[in-house]
């Protein structure tokens, strides 16, 4: 069945390090893939998105292009700041999966002074 | 735009007791989703409505669980009765069209004692 796997968390890094997190997935058809974040004691919020192979989506400094090749949707932002200690989710969802989202199991950021 | 309501936002409950979740979807979102967020892992879909009819409702435990969506707008998802392994945050989602970005709500969280 269709499917989302992140790396394991948690991430600990220092700020104004480089972030990477990686998502790869199995789907049939062609989904849209997702990240959402999840601040402490807050929903879920959608971070970026792209809809087809070779998309690029962007927000707040964040990045992930839509690689069907590789069937991967990897998590990157240049340097990262405290404020975006957080969870991390990779999500698809499309017409074979009817609208639903399928989601990865997160990704704990923790970023350090 | 007002985002998506839920209550109550915490409930701590005892076995074999009921317990039921309200969702106020973003204004003009034909669709609606529950997903229930076990700790440690990503959201899973229980159920969801198109306008006030279910698309989706194979992942519900319907032994126990049960959820309404009166004329298309409020939902209320209700557990009796309640077991341990049904803590969990339950989360609600809308969104515009049925492939659409949905936007989630803060969630309640539920703690079965």
């Known amino acids: 069945g269709d499917s989302v796997t992140q790396m394991e968390g948690p991430v600990t890094l220092s700020e104004e390090a480089f972030l990477t997190i990686n998502c790869t997935y199995t789907?049939?058809?062609?989904?849209?893939l997702f990240w959402y974040v999840q601040y402490p004691g807050e929903g879920l919020q959608l971070l970026l998105k792209?809809?087809?192979?070779?998309d690029k989506g962007s927000n707040k400094g964040f990045e992930a292009t839509y690689r069907k090749e590789t069937t991967s949707f990897h998590l990157e932002k240049g340097s990262v700041q405290v404020s975006d200690s957080a969870v991390y989710f990779c999500?698809?969802?499309?017409?074979?999966?009817?609208?639903?989202?399928?989601f990865g199991q997160g990704t704990e950021l923790s970023v350090k002074p | 735009e007002a985002g998506v309501a839920q209550s109550p936002r915490y409930k701590i409950i005892e076995k074999r007791q009921s317990v039921a979740f309200w969702c106020n979807p973003i204004?003009?979102?034909?669709?609606l989703y529950w997903y229930q967020q076990i700790l440690g892992q990503g959201p899973k879909l229980l159920i969801q409505?198109?306008?006030?009819?279910?698309?989706?409702d194979s992942q519900l435990p319907k032994d126990r669980f049960s959820a309404e969506r009166l004329k298309g707008v409020d939902s209320t998802l209700k557990i009796q009765p309640a077991k341990l392994e049904d803590s969990a945050v339950y989360l609600c989602?809308?969104?515009?069209?049925?492939?659409?970005?949905?936007?989630f709500g803060p969630g309640t969280r539920l703690l079965v004692l």
């Open positions: 999500a698809l969802s499309g017409y074979n999966q009817g609208g639903k989202l399928i």
């Open positions: 792209a809809t087809k192979a070779d």
């Open positions: 789907a049939t058809g062609y989904p849209s």
């Open positions: 409505f198109q306008n006030n009819g279910v698309v989706d």
């Open positions: 204004s003009g979102h034909a669709t």
């Open positions: 989602a809308s969104s515009l069209l049925q492939e659409g970005t949905q936007y």
